[in-house]
């Protein structure tokens, strides 16, 4: 037994300090989590922070108070109004890219293949313009006596519809902004359909509404589902529509943070608005992808 | 004697490292640009309004003196305050802001520090009459100490297209015109709130400087939600020069050479800075105007670079160029100086409505503090959501 005991401590001592040492993964990762650590939890931990601070003060950490809370839901705060409006237009601008981006996956799906997703991939291209320079170029399309409207006129028709500056325009401006974050995954979904099951579906006698209901759609879900949360989470966090082509006409969540902010310059109010949209989508995200069930989805159940 | 170390390493203290760590954090690009205990002649850092941190400025500056020259430009001056206030005192040299922040806040805070006066009060004697020493904006409260450098100024209330509204009938008419229920869905509104709140207690016919009763601040709530309804749009400069070009809008609130000179420079001479000949300010006086103070920022490390810079731009020419800097034009108290008002043209001169500047000016009161304006704002903000 003695014997046994001794051969094995070296090998007991060396799994130790294995143990105790970061795996080599582990150790490549390091700076990569140092930076994420400083450059995204850091930022997210002084907004907590500054959650409970007193308003209008700059005690990070060295005060404790609920005041923010109670004063964003108390019940004279109309700020529930922009958070409503943040979560209509996420929602509207949702619906609107599903039927909208669908036909377009659909489409290049056919005519592309499994080539589709790459092909979406040009829709992105627009990105890399800024998207305030992109807004405006919309502005100068709509505005009075601008290309639609000059056009128009010139024309000698009687010019166009007066659109700017209203909520259907943010909603318009979402939309075209938030197109390639739909377009992409839901492309994604429908290439991973296997033609052959479409096809022996049709063998069997299956009708275009049939095959769509029961194997197209269940199968591209998952690119469905991953569009529309990225749609909705980026869409309720969206300003620039409803500043620049909105004209302010509506003033949405993020503008209210960023208010605080700013002119403000309550900075606590600010973070404890920004912790209550965080976890609120956070909730919603979670949920979400609790009642994904992927394997289901893809029929491997 | 010294604290034992341990004695001193509190829970109060390390959190309020922890806070400080993650506000420098927070604070972006500019992190290390102040390395605190380094040798600081070769770098200078600016916080000022758009303008100064142009390469128009900056350029000839940074080739003078060999140095990195950092600016960043807000577009109000309690940001600019409060970025100070939460740590960054270390981190800037300069600060630039509108008139009364630094006599009134930012000296008593100490979040300055005076000037050599000796040094730089000469400078005064080269600018318009207006800006003789001791200039009021430019000195301590006890007129003892010489807080910042001047140089961009004007008047700032309202922005009418004259075409639709003839400039007579604009100042005539003054604050009232945003009370006309026929202007309705004719007018913006600048995206500049702390102006905003000057504004809209002047369209109510109440003094926005002093403290306020609650009938002056149900009456200001009254006109916020009203005035705010009315407009069309809400936007930043570019939004309310471009809606006014296109007919979009006959007016703007919230306005002045600051804002539309860069329109009026790109020919649409018929866009024009009003300010009111009456109204309810101090004096009967219908307009408010703003003056910048630079001063040096009471930076542990100041950089030796920051009293360069404040003689650099005292020059006629460079004073002309921060002028004409991109984004704004304006008047500069240096065109005291023949040497700097030669180098307008009459078309610059014009932009800056240099033909009327004097009156406006001596129609106007001075950008002051408002006693209770985080009270305003609140209220100004809520009127704001109700535009849907």
């Known amino acids: 037994m003695a014997d046994v005991a001794i051969a094995r401590l070296p090998e007991t001592s060396a799994e130790l300090r294995k143990a105790r040492a970061l795996s080599l993964g582990a150790r490549c990762a390091l700076p990569v989590a140092v930076l994420l650590g400083l450059g995204f939890l850091a930022p997210i931990l002084a907004i907590f922070g500054y959650a409970f601070a007193t308003p209008r003060s700059f005690d990070l950490f060295r005060s404790f108070t609920l005041e923010n809370f109670a004063t964003i839901f108390s019940p004279s705060n109309t700020v529930w109004v922009s958070f409503a409006w943040s979560c209509g237009f996420a929602l509207f601008t949702v619906a609107i890219l599903a039927l909208v981006a669908y036909p377009i996956a659909y489409g290049l799906t056919m005519v592309f293949g499994r080539a589709a997703p790459l092909i979406s991939v040009l829709f992105v291209f627009p990105l890399f313009v800024s998207e305030n320079v992109r807004l405006y170029g919309w502005v100068l399309f709509f505005i009075k006596n601008g290309v639609l409207d000059g056009t128009l006129k010139w024309l000698g028709l009687p010019g166009g519809p007066e659109v700017l500056f209203t909520p259907g325009i943010t909603l318009f401006g979402m939309v075209y902004t938030y197109l390639p974050f739909m377009l992409f995954p839901m492309t994604l979904g429908l290439a991973l359909v296997p033609r052959d099951l479409v096809d022996a579906a049709r063998d069997l006698g299956a009708g275009r509404l049939f095959i769509w209901r029961e194997i197209e759609l269940p199968l591209a879900m998952p690119g469905i589902l991953i569009g529309m949360l990225l749609t909705f989470v980026l869409a309720i966090g969206a300003t620039a529509e409803a500043k620049i082509l909105g004209g302010q006409s509506i003033i949405v969540i993020s503008h209210d943070i960023e208010i605080a902010f700013t002119y403000s310059q309550n900075w606590p109010l600010g973070s404890a608005l920004a912790v209550v949209v965080t976890v609120f989508i956070g909730a919603l995200t979670l949920f979400a992808l609790s009642r994904l069930d992927l394997d289901r989805m893809l029929g491997r159940r | ?388």
Request: with cysteine.
């Open chain 2, 1 to 388: 004697m010294a604290d034992p170390v341990g004695k001193s390493l509190s829970r109060r203290s390390v959190l309020q490292g922890m806070g400080a760590g993650l506000g420098a954090l927070a604070a972006g690009p500019f992190l290390g640009a102040g390395s605190a205990f380094a040798a600081r002649e070769k770098e200078l850092n600016i916080l000022c309004w758009e303008g100064y941190n142009s390469a128009q400025v900056l350029d000839p500056f940074r080739s003078q003196t060999g140095a990195t020259v950092k600016a960043e430009s807000l577009t109000n001056d309690p940001t600019m305050i409060n970025r100070l206030r939460a740590g960054e005192i270390n981190t800037w040299d300069l600060i630039n802001v509108n008139n009364p922040w630094a006599r009134k806040v930012m000296l008593p805070e100490k979040l300055i520090k005076p000037l050599p006066k000796a040094e730089f009060e000469p400078f005064f004697a080269k600018m318009l009459p207006e800006f003789k020493a001791p200039y009021k904006w430019a000195m301590s409260d006890d007129g003892k100490d010489l807080l910042g450098m001047v140089q961009r100024f004007g008047p700032y209330s309202f922005v009418v297209n004259t075409d639709k509204i003839s400039r007579k009938t604009a100042e005539e008419t003054g604050w009232d015109l945003f009370n006309d229920p026929k202007l309705a869905g004719k007018y913006g509104i600048l995206e500049s709130d702390d102006w905003n709140v000057f504004n809209l207690f002047v369209v109510a016919g109440i003094d926005p400087f002093k403290t306020h009763t609650p009938e002056e601040f149900t009456k200001f709530d009254e006109t916020a939600k009203r005035v705010f309804k009315g407009a069309k749009l809400i936007g930043d400069i570019a939004s309310m020069n471009q809606a006014l070009i296109s007919g979009e809008i006959d007016l703007h609130l919230t306005g002045g050479t600051y804002s539309v000179s860069p329109a009026r420079a790109d020919g649409h001479p018929n866009l024009r800075a009003i300010t009111p000949l009456k109204g309810p300010l101090a004096g009967g006086k219908g307009g408010i105007s703003w003056i910048e103070v630079t001063s040096t920022v009471n930076n542990p490390n100041l950089s030796p670079l920051a009293l360069e810079f404040l003689k650099y731009v005292q020059d006629p020419k460079v004073a002309h160029t921060v002028a004409f800097a991109e984004g704004t034009f304006n008047p500069v108290a240096q065109m005291g100086n023949k040497a700097c008002f030669d180098l307008f043209t009459k078309e610059e001169l014009d932009a800056i409505q240099w033909d009327s500047l004097e009156e406006e000016m001596a129609r106007s009161v001075e950008y002051d503090i408002v006693p209770d304006y985080d009270k305003a704002l609140d209220i100004m903000n809520a009127a704001k959501r109700l535009r849907g």
